[in-house]
């Protein structure tokens, strides 16, 4: 019998050697690689468990089952299973997800007291407690209980199985939400969310890279990683699984070990090549939708936000902004239309501060009148200028007025009056 034992301490569910074993009710039963059966060894149970439903794993040399309604913690000792964990049955992990990773037992999820959990504990082997593990993210998944996992080197994902309804937590509803954890980061992220009605769907097994799962005469190929859901006809072979060992299914170097139940409804492994097993393909589709990268909506909204704020920034820049363009003034995004010798005048003023009368009457002055009608026409133009720029800023006043010179007191000059000054530095000529 201590032959058994050794053997048994070198086996790990995920990564079967040359022996083969099943749990089931008290016995583990061995068997060689063509799965025919070996030995049996009974196990000493306490009489609360049933150890075949437990999750079971060798770490450091000892092999563990783990599971129950609180997280209790059993060891192998001989052929006796004793509970090693001094966790208070408080009940609030029932259904959760319970995984190894590096010798650490884990555990995600699970219900009590009208809620699901969504965080992660480990079991702690020399408090022998169950411990919070630490995340380094803000994100917080809304948890679950019951469901299916999917374990890479340094990921798990975590989906399907039901949460609370937050509206009446006396009801379930299903969990769409596709999880996944990096212990590296220690992160969790929200991949999607699944559209698939996911609550009749059975285990079947685990490999390096999908899940399998069954459901209504078909087989299920989960990818997770690339997200796709491949379906196939459900092998007759697999018809008879037996679900409450599936977690004891295997994959190892493209072979599967399937637990199911002969014609008499006996337990029985058998051995399946990969090939076989995905022999007849329905069709291939995604699994999950997934999560919008709000990152990305959260920048064009601010490029978005920018760019009307820079255009309100050039739009009132433009209205502050007055413009003597050749067709006139442009105000306030207004164009107020002037004359050619309006606009002539005005740019002389810019440019010297002033016009004399003998130079405004150059340029309106007209071949075909006296000197009397031209000087008339020039005082026309000059009240009319005048009439314009009042119209245009607002000027109570008009805004030019004759001077005669400094130096010489017989030529008269057009100038702006002192408010008119102050706004002649603010037009720009384009």
Same mark, same amino acid.
């Given at each position: 019998?201590?032959?058994?034992?050794?053997?048994?301490?070198?086996?790990?569910?995920?990564?079967?050697?040359?022996?083969?074993?099943?749990? #089931?009710?008290?016995?583990?039963?061995?068997?060689?690689?063509? /799965?025919?059966?070996?030995?049996?060894?009974?196990?000493?149970?306490?009489?609360?468990?049933?150890?075949?439903?437990?999750?079971?794993?060798?770490?450091?040399?000892?092999?563990?089952?783990?599971?129950?309604?609180? &997280?209790?913690?059993?060891? /192998?000792?001989?052929?006796?299973?004793?509970?090693?964990?001094?966790?208070?049955?408080?009940?609030?992990?029932? $259904?959760?997800?319970?995984?190894?990773?590096?010798?650490?037992?884990?555990?995600?999820?699970?219900? &009590?007291?009208?809620?699901?959990?969504?965080?992660?504990?480990?079991?702690?082997?020399?408090?022998?407690?169950? =411990?919070?593990?630490?995340?380094?993210?803000?994100?917080?998944?809304?948890?679950?209980?019951?469901?299916?996992?999917?374990?890479?080197?340094?990921?798990?994902?975590?989906?399907? &199985?039901?949460?609370?309804?937050?509206?009446?937590?006396?009801?379930?509803?299903?969990?769409?939400?596709?999880?996944?954890?990096?212990?590296?980061?220690?992160?969790?992220? @929200?991949?999607?969310?699944?559209?698939?009605?996911?609550?009749?769907?059975?285990?079947?097994?685990?490999?390096?890279?999908?899940?399998? /799962?069954?459901?209504?005469?078909? @087989?299920?190929?989960?990818?997770?990683?690339?997200?796709?859901?491949?379906?196939?006809?459900?092998?007759?072979?697999?018809?008879?699984?037996? #679900?409450?060992?599936?977690?004891?299914?295997?994959?190892?170097?493209?072979?599967?070990?399937?637990?199911?139940?002969?014609?008499?409804?006996?337990?029985?492994?058998?051995?399946?090549?990969?090939?076989?097993?995905?022999?007849?393909?329905?069709?291939?589709?995604?699994?999950?939708?997934?999560?919008?990268?709000?990152?990305?909506?959260?920048? @064009?909204?601010?490029?978005?936000?920018?760019?009307?704020?820079?255009?309100?920034?050039?739009?009132? #820049?433009?209205?502050?902004?007055?413009?003597?363009?050749?067709? &006139?003034?442009?105000?306030?995004?207004? /164009?107020?239309?002037?004359?050619?010798? #309006?606009?002539?005048?005005?740019?002389?003023?810019?440019?010297?501060?002033?016009?004399?009368?003998?130079?405004?009457?150059?340029?309106?002055?007209?071949?075909?009148?006296?000197?009397?009608? $031209?000087?008339?026409?020039?005082?026309?133009?000059?009240?009319?200028? $005048?009439?314009?720029?009042?119209?245009?800023?607002?000027?109570?006043?008009?805004?030019? =007025?004759?001077?005669?010179?400094?130096?010489?007191?017989?030529?008269?000059?057009?100038?702006?009056?002192?408010?008119?000054?102050?706004?002649?530095?603010?037009?720009?000529?384009?």
């Amino acid at each position: 019998m201590h032959v058994f034992l050794i053997i048994l301490f070198n086996f790990i569910q995920s990564d079967l050697d040359s022996n083969v074993f099943l749990i #089931q009710d008290n016995l583990i039963r061995y068997y060689d690689e063509e /799965l025919q059966p070996l030995e049996e060894q009974v196990l000493e149970l306490p009489q609360e468990i049933k150890i075949d439903a437990y999750t079971h794993a060798t770490i450091n040399d000892r092999f563990y089952f783990f599971g129950g309604k609180s &997280g209790q913690v059993y060891s /192998l000792e001989g052929n006796k299973v004793k509970r090693i964990d001094e966790t208070i049955d408080h009940r609030m992990t029932i $259904n959760a997800t319970i995984f190894v990773h590096h010798d650490t037992i884990f555990k995600y999820g699970g219900y &009590g007291y009208w809620s699901q959990r969504n965080f992660m504990t480990y079991f702690d082997f020399v408090s022998k407690e169950w =411990e919070v593990y630490k995340k380094n993210t803000s994100y917080n998944p809304k948890g679950r209980y019951g469901g299916f996992h999917f374990k890479t080197e340094d990921k798990i994902y975590f989906f399907g &199985g039901a949460r609370v309804d937050e509206n009446d937590r006396l009801k379930s509803i299903e969990n769409k939400e596709i999880v996944s954890f990096d212990f590296k980061t220690k992160k969790y992220s @929200l991949l999607g969310t699944t559209t698939f009605d996911l609550s009749n769907w059975d285990h079947l097994v685990n490999s390096n890279s999908y899940i399998l /799962l069954k459901a209504n005469n078909f @087989l299920y190929k989960i990818d997770l990683i690339n997200n796709k859901l491949l379906t196939y006809e459900l092998p007759p072979f697999l018809w008879k699984t037996e #679900q409450r060992l599936s977690h004891q299914n295997s994959y190892k170097n493209g072979e599967f070990r399937f637990v199911v139940k002969d014609n008499f409804d006996q337990i029985e492994w058998i051995k399946i090549k990969e090939d076989l097993l995905f022999a007849l393909p329905i069709k291939t589709e995604p699994f999950f939708e997934p999560k919008k990268d709000t990152r990305f909506i959260y920048i @064009l909204l601010l490029a978005f936000l920018l760019f009307v704020l820079m255009r309100y920034i050039l739009i009132k #820049q433009r209205k502050k902004t007055v413009i003597l363009n050749e067709k &006139g003034v442009v105000r306030n995004a207004i /164009l107020h239309p002037l004359n050619e010798a #309006q606009i002539k005048v005005l740019k002389i003023i810019l440019l010297k501060g002033e016009i004399s009368t003998a130079e405004l009457l150059k340029i309106i002055e007209k071949d075909t009148l006296s000197y009397v009608h $031209n000087i008339r026409l020039k005082n026309d133009f000059i009240t009319q200028l $005048n009439y314009e720029l009042k119209t245009i800023f607002g000027f109570s006043k008009e805004p030019l =007025e004759l001077k005669r010179g400094e130096i010489d007191r017989r030529i008269k000059y057009l100038v702006p009056k002192e408010a008119f000054q102050v706004l002649l530095k603010k037009i720009k000529v384009t």
